[in-house]
């Protein structure tokens, strides 16, 4: 148990559907964030959110479209996706964001949502 | 954007010997963090380095900052198969955001 929970866990997806993945965090975290890990890629940061406002969007393009309600909870919704956004998104918590100038501010990881676009 | 380097990107050990992986940044770190990623898991963090020349342990993993806070190492020794997966050191420059190295992968020979 991570203390942040992702939903669901596998998915597969045409390039037409739209989905959702869920991410709970039971950390009393103030940041969340949505990362991507692809095969031979490293960890690529997509979102951030502190306080349910987005701070960060690393140039992602607009067929995936966060939305965070409040502090425990975000969503990545998806739509028209391609092949090549097949990769594992990992859902993250940490107290505060990186803006914050604590240096202990580590960052819980969720076991992830592995999704296939066919 | 600022990156940290990893090498190598593939270490296979021997079962009992040790290894060590490093983290490299072309410009000074505020501090850097290291995470394990078991196959088929997620990343979990184990450690942050702030100070310069700091060396942390943990069991079998010793961690070093460099004394001009411009590159890491992670060190295990004797080497068990519960050690496999890969590490990603993480490193923070000032105020901005974590950035990931690309890993280096684990594997064990019994």
């Known amino acids: 148990e991570t203390g942040v929970t992702q939903t669901p866990r596998h998915l597969v997806m045409g390039m037409t559907n739209k989905k959702s993945l869920k991410c709970e965090q039971h950390?009393?975290?103030?940041?969340m964030y949505w990362y991507k890990q692809s095969a031979k890629k490293p960890l690529e940061l997509m979102f951030v959110?502190?306080?349910?406002?987005?701070?960060e969007n690393n140039s992602v393009p607009s067929r995936f479209s966060p939305e965070c309600p409040n502090s425990s909870h975000l969503f990545l919704h998806l739509h028209t996706l391609q092949p090549e956004d097949s990769a594992l998104y990992l859902c993250?918590?940490?107290?505060?964001?990186?803006?914050?100038?604590?240096?202990?501010?580590?960052?819980?990881f969720g076991e992830g949502s592995w999704l296939t676009v066919v | 954007g600022q990156q940290v380097m990893q090498i190598p990107q593939y270490q296979h050990v021997q079962e009992g010997e040790d290894f060590t992986t490093y983290c490299n940044s072309s410009?000074?770190?505020?501090?850097i963090q290291w995470y394990k990623q078991r196959p088929g898991g997620h990343p979990v963090f184990l450690i942050q380095?702030?100070?310069?020349?700091e060396v942390k342990k943990q069991k079998r993993l010793t961690f070093q900052f460099g004394e001009a806070k411009k590159n890491s190492s992670l060190h295990i020794t004797a080497t068990q198969t519960t050690d496999v997966g890969t590490y990603f050191c993480?490193?923070?420059?000032?105020?901005?955001?974590?950035?990931f190295g690309a890993g280096t992968t684990v594997t064990v020979r019994a």
């Open positions: 993250a918590s940490s107290q505060q964001d990186w803006t914050w100038p604590l240096s202990g501010n580590t960052i819980y």
């Open positions: 950390l009393g975290h103030n940041a």
């Open positions: 959110y502190n306080f349910k406002e987005q701070t």
């Open positions: 410009t000074t770190l505020s501090n």
């Open positions: 380095l702030v100070k310069s020349g």
């Open positions: 993480a490193g923070r420059w000032g105020d901005y955001k974590l950035s």
